[in-house]
C-alpha cells in the first residue's frame, strides 16, 4: 500500500533524486516537479499530504506558490531556501508556510521534519471534532470549524499560527518556554529552529492584537517565553 503523497517543487534534478530516494525508503509516494506554475496544477491533480516547496524556481517562485495554495488548501507546506534568503523565509511563513530548511540541508533531518509535519495534521483532525468555542473579550476561537473571529469579523490564520493561538488560549496565564511552545505546534525538539515560532507570532500578533506593538492577548515573559493573557478587556 502507498503512503502518504509527498510533492516536491525543486527545479534542482539532483536534489529531486535525493530527497526522493530518501522518502520512497520510507514508504511515501513522491510526486516531483521543477516550476511553480505545474506546481499549482499538480496540487488540484493529486492533493498531496505535504509540500516541499523550493523558493527560487523559474516562472513563479515559491512565495507566490504557496500564496496560491493558501487561498483554498491548508497543505502543509516546507520551504527549501539558500541562506541567503533569510527574508524570503520570514515572508514564506507569513503568507502560509509551516516550516523551512535552509541547503545544504540533511535528508534524514527533512524527512524527520516532513514526518513531524503530517503527525500534528493528523491529531489536529482527529480531535477537531471534540473542540470547543474559545471566547474572550474581543476575541472567539472555533476550534471545530479552525477559524478566528477579532471583534466579530473572520480573521484568516494560517495552520501554524491557529495551532499557537488554540494551544495558549486553551491555557489562559500558563507561561509556556519558547522551546517548549515550539515542540508543542511543530512535534520536533533539536530538529528544527524555534526563530521559526518567533516569526510566526509575530505575524499573529499582527492579526489579532489591537495594537501589535502593544500586545494584549499574547504576551512576552520576558527571559522565558510567552503566555496568552485570558482576562484582557
Known amino acids: 500500500m502507498t503512503g502518504p503523497k509527498i510533492m516536491i517543487v525543486e527545479d534542482d534534478p539532483g536534489i529531486v533524486e535525493l530527497i526522493a530516494m530518501y522518502l520512497e525508503r520510507e514508504g511515501f509516494e513522491v510526486i516531483a516537479c521543477d516550476n511553480g506554475l505545474t506546481a499549482l496544477e499538480l496540487v488540484l491533480v493529486h492533493r498531496p499530504a505535504l509540500i516541499v516547496l523550493d523558493i527560487l524556481l523559474p516562472g513563479l517562485d515559491g512565495i507566490e506558490v504557496c500564496r496560491q495554495v493558501r487561498k483554498n488548501d491548508p497543505t502543509p507546506i516546507l520551504f527549501l531556501s539558500g541562506k541567503s534568503d533569510e527574508l524570503d523565509i520570514i515572508l514564506g511563513l507569513s503568507i502560509g508556510g509551516d516550516d523551512y530548511m535552509t541547503k545544504p540541508f540533511s535528508p534524514s533531518q527533512l524527512v524527520a521534519r516532513i514526518k513531524a509535519q503530517l503527525r500534528r495534521s493528523a491529531l489536529l483532525d482527529q480531535h477537531r471534532s471534540d473542540a470547543q468555542v474559545l471566547r474572550f473579550p474581543g476575541l472567539e476561537i472555533d476550534l471545530a470549524s479552525h477559524s478566528v473571529k477579532v471583534g466579530g469579523k473572520p ?79
Open 155 to 233: 480573521v484568516q490564520l494560517s495552520a501554524k499560527e491557529f495551532d499557537l493561538i488554540s494551544i495558549m488560549a486553551k491555557t489562559p496565564n500558563r507561561v509556556y518556554r519558547l522551546e517548549q511552545l515550539y515542540e508543542l505546534v511543530w512535534s520536533l525538539d533539536s530538529l528544527g529552529d524555534p526563530r521559526t515560532l518567533i516569526v510566526h507570532i509575530s505575524n499573529l500578533r499582527k492579526k489579532i492584537e489591537p495594537n501589535p506593538a502593544e500586545p494584549k492577548y499574547i504576551i512576552t515573559v520576558r527571559g522565558f517565553g510567552y503566555k496568552f493573557n485570558g482576562t484582557y478587556g
